[in-house]
T-cell receptor
């Protein structure tokens, strides 16, 4: 079993749609959780951290369920510019960071 | 956040040769990381480079193939040696926002094609 698993997609959604990405992790000792965004032929960039209480940044909402070892990212009112690959990232002690394989999103007009 | 630059941005190399990638950070950082991202895949950590000590390599990566230098707190190089087509990939340099933070920042990557 992979340490971090994501649905690879692709997700094809129309503009304005709401889309949700899920991610599961295997190490119960994991401490920090993130969503990164990677555009085609670009480097990954931090989108948002994920906190136990859940957090929201504009149209983006991230949630963490430690009991189920599950992380989610919700994008509301999708824009064409949201088209990218979204990487789930989990860090445990000892500076070990694991990147998920990513979920591709295509937002169409 | 750190600003990271890499050189070269891309290269095409013949098998059997080597490529050295440079990574420059705009601030002093303790840890620098080198990743590989193969086509359609996620990031795989090659090694962690600390200034003043030898790099720590992940399983499947060895120093003879991927020698790393870390001469100071703002700079590192990764050499990919004895190139084969399987080394064709994007190589990314990364660092953390702070020593206590797990947030990572990446350079723009070096796209290597081995012919």
């Amino acid at each position: 079993r992979k340490e971090v698993e994501q649905d690879p997609g692709p997700f094809n959604v129309p503009e304005g749609a709401t889309v949700a990405f899920n991610c599961t992790y295997s190490n119960s000792a994991s401490q920090s959780f993130f969503w990164y965004r990677q555009d085609c032929r670009k480097e990954p960039k931090l989108l948002m951290s994920v906190y136990s209480s859940g957090n929201e940044d504009g149209r983006f909402t991230a949630q963490l369920n430690r009991a189920s070892q599950y992380i989610s990212l919700l994008i509301r009112d999708s824009k064409l510019s949201d088209s990218a690959t979204y990487l789930c990232v989990v860090s445990s002690g000892g500076f070990k960071t694991i990147f998920g394989a990513g979920t591709r999103l295509f937002v169409k007009a | 956040s750190a600003v990271i630059s890499q050189k070269p941005s891309r290269d095409i190399c013949q098998r059997g040769t080597s490529l050295t990638i440079q990574c420059q950070v705009d601030s002093q950082v303790t840890m620098m990381f080198w990743y590989r991202q193969q086509p359609g895949q996620s990031l795989t950590l090659i090694a962690t480079a600390n200034q003043g000590s030898e790099a720590t390599y992940e399983s499947g990566f060895v120093i003879d193939k991927f020698p790393i230098s870390r001469p100071n707190l703002t700079f590192s190089t990764l050499t990919v040696s004895n190139l084969s087509p399987e080394d064709s990939s994007i190589y990314l340099c990364s660092t953390r926002g702070s020593y206590l933070s797990y947030e990572q920042y990446f350079g723009p990557g070096t796209r290597l094609t081995v012919t």
